[in-house]
């Protein structure tokens, strides 16, 4: 998997709906614990998803057996959603494992129309109508002709989800002025401008 092609996902609901439906899908997640030696793997399911106390509890596949080391990080890869999860393990054992939910999950950027990139010191932006009381006005980063990566704060981060409906009411683009659109995925940045945090969302533009 390419990094370039994966958006990370950090927002804890969507997490949490990501490893939910993986539980329900019973399908085979590849495991591993070194990055360099990846051909060092195993399969296994999530057996149980704890979501008081955010743990999973994993079961190796077929006749395999788990064989992994307690202080080390934990990878699995699942081809469903072609997700990639990184976690650590809280009881180990050959025929089972109970981990921590992950606190790095990545999953495929499955768009292929060409983008166009305004980076991070942007002069483009969009006015968003999140509820009847709630408007902000956000830069945007990056666009396409179905969507827009946009910047927001914390506290705009904290409000969405993925596959929230939100109203794009301005826009220095003059092509999403008075459009309606889905959040469809959410990412902390590395890089904070002003000493703010800031957050990168996705959205795809339905009408």
């Known amino acids: ?108 950027d499955i768009r292929t129309e060409e983008r166009k990139v305004f980076g991070l010191q942007s002069y483009q932006t969009a006015n968003l109508q999140l509820t009847a009381k709630l408007n902000s006005k956000v830069k945007i980063v990056d666009s396409s002709s179905t969507g827009l990566g946009i910047l927001v704060n914390k506290f705009l981060f904290d409000k969405l989800n993925e596959g929230d409906i939100i109203s794009i009411t301005d826009s220095t683009l003059p092509e999403f002025k008075n459009r309606t659109a889905v959040v469809r995925n959410l990412a902390a940045l590395d890089k904070q401008l002003n000493n703010q945090l800031l957050f990168r969302i996705g959205i795809e533009i339905l009408s």
Request: include cysteine; hydrophobic fraction near 35%.
């Open 1 to 108: 998997m390419e990094d370039l092609k994966m958006v990370d996902i950090s927002n804890s609901t969507n997490v949490k709906k990501i490893l939910k439906d993986l539980f329900k899908s019973k399908k085979n997640l590849r495991i591993w614990q070194s990055i360099e030696e990846t051909k060092n793997y195993c399969y296994g399911t999530i057996q149980s998803f704890a979501h008081m106390d955010e743990t999973l509890e994993m079961i190796p596949a077929d006749d395999q057996a788990f064989d992994f080391d307690k202080e080390i990080n934990l990878y699995f890869h699942s081809h469903f959603k072609d997700t990639l999860f990184k976690t650590t393990i809280t009881e180990n054992g050959p025929n089972k494992i109970k981990i921590k939910r992950p606190s790095f999950v990545k999953i495929r």
